[in-house]
């Protein structure tokens, strides 16, 4: 089996993680090493033959989407101890996501999603069914789905 390939994106979370460690962060050091420890689980998880991507190496999106799925879980859980009452955990689960969105890239504004998802429906008619696909493919990784849904939803109606 070859060597696996690092990215840019893990390069400079290792580098990000040596900081951390010199300045002895631990709220970073755990989230970093928990984005590590995510991009090792999927390369293992790769070796399965029963995977869909088997013996596919990691690419740079596939850990940016990594690093988004952890974003909204964090996300998720901040909220949920919020609704518990345990503000502490939510907040440090919070610090947890924000420290994780600096990795990912710059997210599109409301007026450059609205502007691309016009085109978009321009291009495929007002039908929500073929709209929402292309937008999808469109703004992957560069804006909130929900977001993406909200605008498709007015501007199809």
């Given at each position: 089996m070859?060597?696996p390939?690092t990215s840019?994106l893990?390069e400079?979370?290792k580098?990000?993680l ?13 989230t ?10 999927e ?8 995977h ?17 799925r952890?974003v909204?879980?964090r ?18 689960e919070e ?9 990912l890239?710059?997210?599109?504004s ?18 929500f ?5 292309a ?12 977001s993406v849904?909200?605008?498709v939803?007015?501007l199809?109606s």
């Amino acid at each position: 089996m070859s060597e696996p390939t690092t990215s840019a994106l893990e390069e400079r979370l290792k580098t990000d993680l040596k900081d951390a460690m010199r300045a002895r962060d631990q709220v970073r050091v755990d989230t970093i090493r928990l984005a590590l420890n995510a991009f090792h689980q999927e390369e293992v998880a790769r070796t399965d033959a029963k995977h869909r991507q088997h013996r596919q190496p990691l690419t740079e999106t596939d850990r940016i989407s990594l690093i988004e799925r952890q974003v909204k879980q964090r996300e998720e859980a901040a909220q949920i101890f919020r609704s518990a009452g345990r503000t502490e955990s939510a907040d440090k689960e919070e610090r947890e996501a924000a420290i994780l969105k600096s990795y990912l890239p710059a997210q599109l504004s409301e007026d450059e999603l609205r502007a691309i998802i016009t085109a978009i429906v321009a291009r495929e008619g007002s039908d929500f069914k073929k709209v929402m696909p292309a937008a999808v493919r469109e703004t992957k990784g560069r804006a909130d789905g929900r977001s993406v849904q909200q605008i498709v939803r007015e501007l199809t109606s």
